[in-house]
């Protein structure tokens, strides 16, 4: 299991660029506070233009201990304080998940599938996963999340990670499009519903 937790930055209009930068100077604080954290940006699908912050623990502990740690830095608080000075609309989170399928992988291109599931089908939900991840070629790393503390708690996130966007118009040609794949779609639309769909690159 991976404990996940996520800042949503929301640019303020006309600020991107600036946003951007500070976000990255917060990420580069929290990684050298000894946090494994990485900086997206939702370039296609719900939220296009947020920029989000996800910092990966091995457990619960370390996750609270990290939380600790960066509330404690003071590289951490001055970049944030600078990031709230005026060139983001509003910075959400931390919000934190847990994986209950697969491990996040280094790759830059995410794909985020969620559904909206109530606890009572999540295992049969789960139970699915392994054939959506024999649809796609073997270089596509998957992972799938629930919330622990977050907005919505009845949610499901699929991950789909690729090496590139290149890579990614090939993986729907070639496989998200495939019967295979389309038949698990198909079931899972009997446990809950596919509410959002959106594409993250590392920046």
């Not at 698990?184 to 509410?195: D, F, H, M, P, S």
Request: avoid cysteine; proline fraction near 3%.
């Amino acid at each position: 299991m991976t404990v996940i937790s996520r800042r949503i930055i929301v640019p303020a209009q006309g600020k991107a660029e600036a946003a951007l930068a500070q976000a990255k100077s917060l990420a580069e604080q929290a990684t050298h506070a000894g946090t494994k954290t990485r900086l997206f940006k939702v370039i296609m699908g719900e939220d296009a233009g947020n920029l989000e912050m996800f910092v990966r623990f091995e457990n619960f502990q370390e996750g609270i201990n990290g939380f600790q740690t960066l509330a404690a830095s003071a590289g951490v608080n001055s970049a944030r304080a600078q990031l709230e000075g005026g060139n983001v609309q509003s910075i959400s989170g931390p919000y934190v998940y847990r994986t209950v399928f697969g491990e996040p992988t280094a790759q830059p291109v995410l794909v985020q599938r969620q559904y909206q599931i109530s606890r009572a089908n999540l295992q049969a939900a789960i139970a699915m996963l392994p054939d959506a991840k024999a649809a796609f070629s073997a270089g596509t790393g998957m992972t799938a999340v629930v919330p622990v503390f977050a907005p919505e708690m009845d949610r499901l996130a699929i991950n789909y990670y690729m090496d590139s966007l290149q890579v990614l118009g090939k993986e729907l040609d070639e496989n998200a499009m495939s019967t295979a794949f389309q038949n698990v779609v198909a079931k899972a639309a009997q446990l809950g519903t596919l509410i959002s769909g959106r594409v993250l690159v590392v920046v």
